[in-house]
Structures are given as structure tokens and as C-alpha cells.
């Protein structure tokens, strides 16, 4: 019987490893400058319950420049709109048993002053060949280089 149930468990683990894990989810985004004369930046959280410690996954991030924040162009695996972002630094992954998240952070030199990007995820399980349906997208909009106001925290100390 253990036998059985270690070949039915091997075979279901298998069979799982080959799906599509399903898009990646997109959470609290944030678009911001980091100084006075720029550069720009953007954080971009997804989320992923099907990507866990026992079926784990890589993400990529891709990213557009859309016209205005409704007009950005579809997502289609392989448009020359959609640039896809280097993966290998800026990433954050936190993975665990009941799914992962990754922070994304976009410090590309091409991003321009007062432009509308989108970004959007895709995940592929670790070893399967498909990747995800991509995500929902964020359209955010950077700011002309002038940082924002400073934020007055409760104890005096000023936070931008």
C-alpha cells in the first residue's frame, strides 16, 4: 500500500510539473523616482499559490510604453512592444508552501521622465518548457524627475 500511494504521489507530482502554472497575480504596485534628477523606478509585487517549495517557479517581467494609461498595447508572447526585463538583478522572491511572491524592482535607464509604462508577469514551473498566461498589467506613469513630497512620519523624521 505504501508503495501504491508513493507511485500515485510521484506520478501526480510529475504530471503537475508539466502544467501551466496559472498567471501570476499583480499586488499593490508602486511607481516612484529616486532623486531629484531621476533615475526612475518601479516596484511591482505578483503572487502565485501555485508556485510553491515542492513546484517552484520562475517569473519573467516584461514591460510596455503605452501612449496613456488606457492605451497600452496587448500582451502577445514575442511583440517587439513588450521588452522583456532582466530577471537576474531586482528580484525578490519569497517562496513558500502555500504559494510565492516576487517584488520586482524596474531600475532600467531607458525609463523616461512623465512616460506611461505597463508591466505584466508571466510564470513557468522550474524544468517545463510553457509559460503562464501573463498577468493582469500595471500601468503606472513616472514623474517629471522632481520627486514627490516628502511624507512626515509620526516621530518628526522626514521620509521620501
Keep these: 500500500m505504501r508503495t501504491l500511494l508513493f507511485a500515485l504521489l510521484c506520478i501526480a507530482t510529475i504530471a503537475h510539473a508539466q502544467t501551466r502554472p496559472p498567471a501570476p497575480r499583480l499586488n499593490q504596485p508602486v511607481v516612484g523616482v529616486t532623486s531629484s ?11 502565485n499559490a501555485s508556485c510553491t517549495t515542492t513546484a517552484q517557479c520562475s517569473i519573467q517581467v516584461y514591460r510596455a510604453q ?3 494609461a488606457t492605451t497600452c498595447p496587448a500582451y502577445t508572447a514575442g511583440s517587439s ?13 519569497v517562496i513558500g508552501m502555500g504559494g510565492s511572491t516576487w517584488a520586482y524592482t524596474d531600475t532600467d535607464t531607458a525609463l523616461q521622465d512623465s ?5 505584466i508577469a508571466t510564470n513557468s514551473y522550474v524544468g517545463a518548457s510553457t509559460a503562464s498566461s501573463a498577468s ?15 511624507v512626515l ?6 521620509v521620501n
Aim: with cysteine.
Design 115 to 119: 512616460t506611461v509604462y505597463a508591466w
Design 37 to 47: 534628477t531621476g533615475p526612475h523606478q518601479a516596484v511591482i509585487n505578483w503572487t
Design 66 to 68: 503605452c501612449g496613456s
Design 136 to 150: 493582469a498589467n500595471f500601468v503606472g506613469t513616472t514623474n517629471n524627475g522632481t520627486p514627490p513630497a516628502p
Design 153 to 158: 512620519s509620526s516621530n518628526g523624521n522626514s
Design 81 to 93: 512592444n513588450w521588452k522583456a526585463l532582466n530577471m537576474s538583478a531586482g528580484l525578490t522572491p
